[in-house]
């Protein structure tokens, strides 16, 4: 496998960076990158963990990484839980405040633990605290249910004090969101199976109604939600499917989509193949009074979401 | 009446679907079906996920009905908790 790191790939202009992806020889991983300048998100640094992680520190070719800001990379722990050397020397600063470093997420206990320990990374306050736990727990225990990832949910985030907004990336080699979702529902292709798991409703682990006990099929509907109403980026690539929430303008009504293909999205089919699924996703951390609203047209959007569901499959009874 | 602290089972910040399950299985249904009442009390909880709600309610009203709501009570829940639980209570009972 291949993977390149330009000189910039955040959610918004992340489409190039993920085409180049090589995924072919997927026993190694060579890692090039921009020799001028590296700003990448979260999701990025993520991708790029998983990927070596899969293949094992022996068998990653990584590039003597010449650009002024591959420091952050070291920052981030890349090296360190790739276990490769790099002659990249920082000075360590505390990371309260202003970022989450990469993380292996493995365990539901360890996800709890990470929790309760990465809001005083970040410095936020309660309300704020809130949405970022929300939006982590529900994108890392999707990983740690269904993607039988050997190496758990990788994840890294950084906060930008000037916008108050926080970048969080998470990815896995498990997979993939089409193998599990189609146990209990027909998709045709990796795109099909991303349109299927951001429906209200939908789950990998039954086609009933309401999910199981312990799945409602609601986890990456709620985030996708908590991106819309925050108008920011939103991505899920998994397979070669690929799909973006993209930004859209201030409006006085919250209306929200079960169907994501309506909301205004970009999405391609035909993506180099990620061996399990990959997460993006942007908040602005200042509008939490939002969070409230956004409730409300959730509970209105999946009601109405499955009792359309409901009418389609109700047959009346055919008299001759 | 059973009563059951969410905060001393999964802390201020209710997200952990397993710990949900085990107050389930080992708390509520036993209480229920003894013919209790079974208060749950959302006190010191700041905030709640959708999954935690599921894990913990969804199964007792796809079992035994929305009846069960009757002997369920959510008590000291800020609005954002009562928000969650009321959608998880409303697709139930769409779906069922």
Same mark, same amino acid.
């Given at each position: 496998? $291949?993977?390149?790191?330009?000189?910039?790939?955040?959610?918004?202009?992340?489409?190039?960076?993920?085409?180049?992806?090589?995924?072919?020889?997927?026993?190694?991983?060579?890692?090039?990158?921009?020799?001028?300048?590296?700003?990448?998100?979260?999701?990025?640094?993520?991708?790029?963990?998983?990927?070596?992680?899969?293949?094992?520190?022996?068998?990653?070719?990584?590039?003597?990484?010449?650009? !002024?800001?591959?420091?952050?990379?070291?920052?981030?722990?890349?090296?360190?839980?790739?276990?490769?050397?790099?002659?990249?020397?920082?000075? *360590?600063?505390?990371?309260?405040? %202003?970022?989450?470093?990469?993380?292996?997420?493995?365990?539901?206990?360890?996800?709890?633990?990470?929790?309760?320990?990465?809001?005083?990374?970040?410095?936020?306050?309660?309300?704020?605290? $809130?949405?970022? !736990?929300?939006?982590?727990?529900?994108?890392?225990?999707?990983?740690?249910?269904?993607?039988?990832?050997?190496?758990?949910?990788?994840?890294?985030?950084?906060?930008?004090?000037?916008?108050?907004?926080?970048?969080?990336?998470?990815?896995?080699?498990?997979?993939?969101?089409?193998?599990?979702?189609?146990?209990?529902?027909?998709?045709?292709?990796?795109?099909?199976?991303?349109?299927?798991?951001?429906?209200?409703?939908?789950?990998?682990?039954?086609?009933?109604?309401?999910?199981?006990?312990?799945?409602?099929?609601?986890?990456?509907?709620?985030?996708?939600?908590?991106?819309?109403?925050? %108008?920011?980026?939103?991505?899920?690539?998994?397979?070669?499917?690929?799909?973006?929430?993209?930004? $859209?303008?201030?409006?006085?009504?919250?209306?929200?989509?079960?169907?994501?293909?309506?909301?205004?999205?970009?999405?391609? !089919?035909?993506?180099?193949?990620?061996? !399990?699924?990959?997460?993006? *996703?942007?908040?602005?951390?200042?509008?939490?009074?939002?969070?409230?609203?956004?409730?409300?047209?959730?509970?209105?959007?999946?009601?109405?979401?499955?009792?359309? %569901?409901?009418?389609?499959?109700?047959? %009346?009874?055919?008299?001759? | 009446?059973?009563?059951?602290?969410?905060?001393?089972?999964?802390?201020?910040?209710?997200?952990?679907?397993?710990?949900?399950?085990?107050?389930?299985?080992?708390?509520?249904?036993?209480?229920?079906?003894?013919?209790?009442?079974?208060?749950?009390?959302?006190?010191?909880?700041?905030?709640?996920?959708?999954?935690?709600?599921?894990?913990?309610?969804?199964?007792?009203?796809?079992?035994?009905?929305?009846?069960?709501?009757?002997?369920?009570?959510?008590?000291?829940?800020?609005?954002?908790?009562?928000?969650?639980?009321?959608?998880?209570?409303?697709?139930?009972?769409?779906?069922?």
């Amino acid at each position: 496998m $291949k993977i390149h790191l330009p000189n910039s790939a955040f959610l918004g202009n992340i489409d190039p960076f993920i085409r180049g992806f090589d995924p072919s020889e997927p026993d190694r991983l060579q890692i090039t990158a921009n020799d001028k300048w590296i700003a990448v998100h979260p999701s990025v640094i993520s991708m790029v963990a998983a990927l070596g992680l899969k293949v094992g520190s022996s068998n990653i070719r990584c590039q003597k990484l010449e650009a !002024g800001s591959s420091h952050y990379l070291v920052r981030m722990g890349l090296f360190k839980l790739l276990d490769i050397p790099t002659d990249i020397s920082i000075t *360590v600063h505390e990371p309260a405040g %202003r970022f989450i470093p990469l993380t292996r997420i493995r365990t539901s206990e360890e996800l709890t633990r990470f929790i309760a320990e990465m809001i005083p990374l970040l410095h936020l306050e309660a309300e704020q605290a $809130k949405t970022l !736990g929300y939006i982590v727990s529900e994108l890392v225990r999707n990983v740690l249910e269904h993607a039988e990832a050997s190496d758990g949910a990788i994840l890294c985030a950084q906060y930008y004090k000037k916008t108050n907004s926080i970048r969080i990336g998470i990815a896995d080699t498990g997979l993939g969101i089409r193998a599990t979702i189609t146990r209990s529902h027909p998709a045709e292709t990796d795109l099909d199976a991303i349109r299927l798991a951001l429906m209200p409703g939908i789950t990998g682990t039954t086609s009933m109604e309401g999910g199981t006990e312990q799945n409602a099929g609601a986890g990456l509907f709620f985030i996708k939600s908590i991106a819309s109403v925050n %108008r920011e980026f939103f991505v899920v690539y998994s397979g070669a499917g690929f799909y973006k929430l993209l930004k $859209k303008t201030a409006a006085r009504n919250l209306r929200l989509h079960a169907d994501p293909f309506a909301d205004r999205h970009s999405s391609e !089919g035909g993506m180099p193949v990620w061996p !399990g699924t990959v997460v993006g *996703v942007d908040i602005t951390l200042n509008q939490t009074e939002e969070f409230s609203r956004l409730l409300d047209a959730i509970r209105k959007t999946y009601g109405s979401a499955v009792r359309e %569901r409901r009418k389609e499959r109700y047959r %009346r009874p055919r008299f001759t | 009446m059973k009563r059951i602290e969410i905060h001393a089972h999964a802390g201020a910040f209710a997200e952990n679907k397993d710990a949900a399950r085990d107050l389930r299985l080992k708390e509520i249904i036993p209480a229920l079906d003894k013919g209790e009442s079974v208060v749950l009390s959302f006190e010191r909880v700041d905030a709640v996920t959708q999954s935690f709600i599921h894990a913990l309610i969804s199964d007792l009203i796809r079992k035994r009905g929305v009846d069960v709501l009757d002997r369920l009570e959510f008590k000291s829940c800020n609005d954002t908790v009562k928000k969650i639980i009321s959608i998880v209570v409303d697709y139930m009972q769409e779906g069922a």
